[in-house]
């Protein structure tokens, strides 16, 4: 271990670029990790996170909730469906809303008729809405009292006021600032933004399955009450909205290739050195070193400078995490940090196995003719 | 470099791993790349399309087309402003398509259908007749044909496809092309909440004649009703567009960040290894800049090498993904700005073993015995 430690201090600048390029790494994936939780989150989070377990869209909206629309006769076959305990009209749409100060900014209104169906699951702040105008807003956009209004868009219009009485947290849909409230205040916001709409209809049932009934079984019945419906479990509308498996698909590949790059560079690296000082450790196994001694001294590097790279690139990616960036939040994931070290770590140590390979290969005898030089 | 290019040729093994790592580098940076275009070019093109100048949303839309609203009022104020040589309405609905033989089918096309006045790119200058449309070339993928009747929305309202046009996907969904009178029609039949007034479209698009000033005159003539961009800064405007740019550009940027590291390394590797060597040749009259050349010439080889794999790989990845799965598009644009990115890591990479290889000392090297 003397030596390994020795030969890292002389060769600092080697060793330091190798650290480097394996803490830029790990930088990539968790960042990217994050990035790919957050954007999920920010995505789907309010559907992720509401309170209605099934939720029942028309085929028409191809499990975009803000594409499908719910006519009566779905409607009616829906809540006609043995099983169902409680039924929500629920709409959502992303209007344009004015602050107090007078600034526009988006804003994402889910609406329900029923309180307590297909509203955020847990406060992290504040109440729930008990009148008409009061909303539970995602707690990443906005405080407690805050007031948006959706603005006429015309003089037969009315502007429609929400005030944020609670807060919950990963509600957001579509990357947007969103705002949970009751239906009526959601219809008028929908005929604020156009007076020409001739019927506001809900985009989707939330559905609560009668005592004893089990979510799966229901959404079954659900999907066979009318060829028009498509009734998902909550993680199913989630999980399959659109775009969602497109995201996870890309950062599977991409995952996949920065994980291959990470033992490729150690094992070119720790490769490359052993044939550097092949010369070095024939002369130390011709005095008696074993074979062993050395493969543990490389395995010793090895474990040391991933380790490093690991920890400036989990520090880089905590950093990342404590910006603020607007749209988004990254979360810093113990559980991935843990996870992706393991991995790279055995995975480094896995490609250096060829380098041990050949130490333990080298032949003491060679010292006296001359062999081992490299 | 004729010695540098020898040792390549020679010892090719020693350059392997090297290769092999900047391959899925370039594989990545070209994924990556080629993931943003691909996701720009969906949800983008029907934009992209336009022969206009300048499109004119309502100033509370914040630059939404779904939720811009422009009354017959506004229209004529803008058409009014001086330096506007055309304004034409545009209006879009997203909507699920049928096959016209199976109403009952649940295996939907996504589209999104828009009423046009001013023909984009490809269109007939006339909007195609009342429940006709030109539709995007995507959605031959889906099993669109000429004369296929689609059944759009709950409603299961006909319109016809007359022929295609290409690159005009928006928000990642092939597009269909109508009239307005069409786009009123279907919108109200299938989405009563969006429905609009007969004078009402949600979008102008305004073909200028070359004044710098008219977004502005725009704006002013109508009050602060509008908020006019440029077709570019629509484009900019268009959810997710500048965002995904800037994250995926920032990845990129670190990736490349990561290959001249790897190039550093390696030939600071390979620079040690060879100081001896460089000692002898030095000995014998090559300079410090010849020999340095010589490494950059590998360091250039070996990346070339390695991004003309990685860009075979993406080229048969883009052939290979079926459509409607990872917005993946691998343009020759951005594998050219690839394997360039990569070449600049790899000569700035070389810089790292330059002042080593300007330092051999050529009597201490032959003293040593190489």
Same mark, same amino acid.
Not at chain 1, 335 to 358: C, E, F, N, Q
Not at chain 2, 145 to 154: C, E, F, Q, Y
């Given at each position: 271990?003397?030596?390994?430690?020795?030969?890292?201090?002389?060769?600092?600048?080697?060793?330091?670029?190798?650290?480097?390029?394996?803490?830029?790494?790990?930088?990539?994936?968790?960042?990217?990790?994050?990035?790919?939780?957050?954007?999920?989150?920010?995505?789907?989070?309010?559907?992720?996170?509401?309170?209605?377990?099934?939720?029942?869209?028309?085929?028409?909206?191809?499990?975009?909730?803000?594409?499908?629309? $719910?006519?009566?006769?779905?409607?009616?076959?829906?809540?006609?469906?043995?099983?169902?305990?409680?039924?929500?009209?629920?709409?959502?749409?992303?209007?344009?809303?004015?602050?107090?100060?007078?600034?526009?900014?988006?804003?994402?209104?889910?609406?329900?008729?029923?309180?307590?169906?297909?509203?955020?699951?847990?406060?992290?702040?504040?109440?729930?809405?008990?009148?008409?105008?009061?909303?539970?807003?995602?707690?990443?956009?906005?405080?407690?009292?805050?007031?948006?209004?959706?603005?006429?868009?015309?003089?037969?219009?009315?502007?429609?006021?929400?005030?944020?009485?609670?807060?919950?947290?990963?509600?957001?849909?579509?990357?947007?600032?969103?705002?949970?409230?009751?239906?009526?205040?959601?219809?008028?916001?929908?005929?604020?933004?156009?007076?020409?709409?001739?019927?506001?209809?809900?985009?989707?049932?939330?559905?609560?399955?009668?005592?004893?009934?089990?979510?799966?079984?229901?959404?079954?019945?659900?999907?066979?009450?009318?060829?028009?419906?498509?009734?998902?479990?909550?993680?199913?509308?989630?999980?399959?909205?659109?775009?969602?498996?497109?995201?996870?698909?890309?950062?599977?590949?991409?995952?996949?290739?920065?994980?291959?790059?990470?033992?490729?560079?150690?094992?070119?690296?720790?490769? $490359?050195?052993?044939?550097?000082?092949?010369?070095?450790?024939?002369?130390?196994?011709?005095?008696?070193?074993?074979?062993?001694?050395?493969?543990?001294?490389?395995?010793?590097?090895?474990?040391?400078?991933?380790?490093?790279?690991?920890?400036?690139?989990?520090?880089?990616?905590?950093?990342?995490?404590?910006?603020?960036?607007?749209?988004?939040?990254?979360?810093?994931?113990?559980?991935?940090?843990?996870?992706?070290?393991?991995?790279?770590?055995?995975?480094?140590?896995?490609?250096?196995?060829?380098?041990?390979?050949?130490?333990?290969?080298?032949?003491?005898?060679?010292?006296?003719?001359?062999?081992?030089?490299? | 470099?004729?010695?540098?290019?020898?040792?390549?040729?020679?010892?090719?093994?020693?350059?392997?791993?090297?290769?092999?790592?900047?391959?899925?580098?370039?594989?990545?940076?070209?994924?990556?790349?080629?993931?943003?275009?691909?996701?720009?070019?969906?949800?983008?093109?029907?934009?992209?399309?336009?022969?206009?100048?300048?499109?004119?949303?309502?100033?509370?839309?914040?630059?939404?087309?779904?939720?811009?609203?422009?009354?017959?009022?506004?229209?004529?104020?803008?058409?009014?402003?001086?330096?506007?040589?055309?304004?034409?309405?545009?209006?879009?609905?997203?909507?699920?398509?049928?096959?016209?033989?199976?109403?009952?089918?649940?295996? &939907?096309?996504?589209?999104?259908?828009?009423?046009?006045?001013?023909?984009?790119?490809?269109?007939?200058?006339?909007?195609?007749?009342?429940?006709?449309?030109?539709?995007?070339?995507?959605?031959?993928?889906?099993?669109?044909?000429?004369?296929?009747?689609? &059944?759009?929305?709950?409603?299961?309202?006909?319109?016809?496809?007359?022929?295609?046009?290409?690159?005009?996907?928006?928000?990642?969904?092939?597009?269909?092309?109508?009239?307005?009178?069409?786009?009123?029609?279907?919108?109200?039949?299938?989405?009563?909440?969006?429905?609009?007034?007969?004078?009402?479209?949600?979008?102008?698009?305004?073909?200028?004649?070359?004044?710098?000033?008219?977004?502005?005159?725009?704006?002013?003539?109508?009050?602060?009703?509008?908020?006019?961009?440029?077709?570019?800064?629509?484009?900019?405007?268009?959810?997710?567009?500048?965002?995904?740019?800037?994250?995926?550009?920032?990845? $990129?940027?670190?990736?490349?960040?990561?290959?001249?590291?790897?190039?550093?390394?390696?030939?600071?590797?390979?620079?040690?290894?060879?100081?001896?060597?460089?000692?002898?040749?030095?000995?014998?009259?090559?300079?410090?800049?010849?020999?340095?050349?010589?490494?950059?010439?590998?360091?250039?080889?070996?990346?070339?090498?390695?991004?003309?794999?990685?860009?075979?790989?993406?080229?048969?990845?883009?052939?290979?993904?079926?459509?409607?799965?990872?917005?993946?598009?691998?343009?020759?644009?951005?594998?050219?700005?690839?394997?360039?990115?990569?070449?600049?890591?790899?000569?700035?990479?070389?810089?790292?073993?330059?002042?080593?290889?300007?330092?051999?000392?050529?009597?201490?090297?032959?003293?040593?015995?190489?």
């Amino acid at each position: 271990m003397f030596l390994a430690v020795r030969e890292m201090r002389r060769a600092v600048v080697r060793f330091g670029l190798l650290v480097l390029a394996i803490a830029l790494l790990v930088f990539l994936i968790l960042a990217q990790q994050a990035l790919q939780e957050g954007l999920l989150t920010a995505f789907v989070g309010g559907i992720r996170n509401q309170s209605a377990p099934v939720l029942v869209y028309s085929v028409d909206g191809q499990r975009a909730l803000q594409g499908s629309i $719910i006519p009566p006769p779905l409607e009616e076959a829906v809540r006609r469906t043995d099983g169902v305990g409680e039924a929500a009209r629920l709409g959502q749409s992303t209007f344009t809303v004015r602050e107090p100060d007078g600034s526009l900014s988006d804003a994402a209104i889910v609406g329900a008729d029923v309180a307590g169906l297909a509203t955020p699951t847990a406060l992290s702040s504040g109440a729930r809405p008990e009148v008409a105008g009061e909303a539970v807003g995602s707690d990443a956009d906005f405080d407690l009292r805050d007031e948006v209004t959706v603005p006429a868009a015309g003089p037969s219009a009315e502007p429609v006021t929400l005030t944020v009485v609670g807060l919950a947290a990963d509600v957001q849909l579509n990357v947007t600032p969103t705002l949970f409230t009751d239906l009526a205040t959601y219809e008028a916001a929908v005929r604020a933004s156009n007076p020409d709409a001739t019927e506001v209809l809900p985009n989707a049932i939330a559905v609560r399955p009668a005592p004893g009934v089990e979510v799966d079984e229901l959404t079954e019945r659900l999907s066979a009450a009318s060829p028009e419906a498509d009734a998902l479990t909550r993680s199913e509308a989630a999980d399959e909205s659109p775009g969602v498996a497109q995201v996870r698909q890309s950062f599977q590949v991409i995952f996949l290739l920065y994980g291959l790059v990470v033992p490729l560079v150690t094992g070119l690296f720790f490769l $490359i050195v052993t044939l550097q000082k092949s010369g070095a450790l024939t002369l130390l196994r011709a005095m008696g070193a074993r074979g062993s001694v050395l493969a543990r001294s490389l395995l010793f590097q090895v474990v040391v400078i991933v380790g490093l790279g690991l920890v400036v690139g989990v520090a880089l990616y905590a950093s990342l995490t404590r910006v603020d960036l607007g749209f988004l939040t990254l979360r810093f994931d113990p559980t991935a940090v843990l996870v992706w070290s393991v991995l790279l770590m055995a995975l480094g140590l896995g490609s250096a196995l060829v380098a041990v390979r050949r130490v333990l290969r080298i032949d003491p005898v060679e010292a006296t003719t001359g062999g081992g030089g490299g | 470099m004729r010695l540098a290019l020898r040792e390549l040729r020679r010892r090719p093994g020693r350059f392997a791993v090297a290769t092999v790592i900047l391959t899925l580098i370039a594989l990545l940076l070209m994924f990556l790349g080629g993931l943003l275009d691909g996701l720009l070019a969906s949800s983008t093109g029907a934009y992209r399309a336009q022969e206009a100048d300048l499109v004119v949303y309502s100033s509370e839309a914040r630059d939404s087309l779904v939720r811009s609203r422009i009354d017959g009022d506004v229209r004529a104020d803008v058409e009014g402003v001086e330096g506007v040589a055309a304004v034409g309405g545009l209006g879009s609905v997203q909507l699920g398509g049928r096959p016209g033989g199976d109403p009952g089918s649940k295996d &939907l096309v996504a589209t999104v259908l828009f009423g046009y006045e001013l023909a984009p790119r490809g269109l007939p200058d006339v909007a195609p007749p009342q429940g006709t449309v030109v539709a995007d070339a995507a959605l031959q993928a889906e099993g669109v044909d000429a004369g296929t009747t689609l &059944l759009l929305g709950p409603a299961r309202t006909p319109v016809r496809v007359t022929g295609f046009v290409d690159d005009t996907r928006y928000s990642g969904q092939g597009s269909l092309w109508g009239s307005l009178g069409t786009w009123r029609a279907v919108t109200r039949a299938n989405r009563p909440g969006e429905a609009v007034g007969d004078d009402v479209v949600q979008a102008l698009v305004v073909r200028t004649e070359g004044a710098a000033g008219v977004p502005a005159a725009i704006d002013a003539a109508t009050e602060g009703a509008t908020d006019s961009l440029t077709v570019a800064g629509a484009i900019e405007a268009l959810p997710g567009v500048s965002e995904q740019r800037a994250t995926f550009n920032q990845i $990129i940027g670190v990736t490349v960040v990561v290959a001249l590291v790897v190039v550093a390394l390696f030939f600071a590797l390979i620079t040690v290894e060879r100081t001896a060597l460089y000692g002898i040749l030095k000995a014998i009259g090559a300079s410090g800049p010849t020999l340095f050349v010589g490494v950059v010439t590998q360091a250039v080889v070996v990346t070339l090498l390695a991004s003309a794999v990685g860009a075979g790989a993406a080229v048969s990845l883009d052939a290979a993904i079926p459509p409607g799965a990872i917005p993946f598009e691998a343009t020759t644009g951005r594998l050219t700005s690839s394997v360039i990115l990569l070449l600049v890591a790899a000569v700035a990479g070389c810089a790292f073993s330059l002042r080593r290889v300007l330092r051999v000392d050529p009597a201490s090297a032959i003293g040593t015995g190489g």
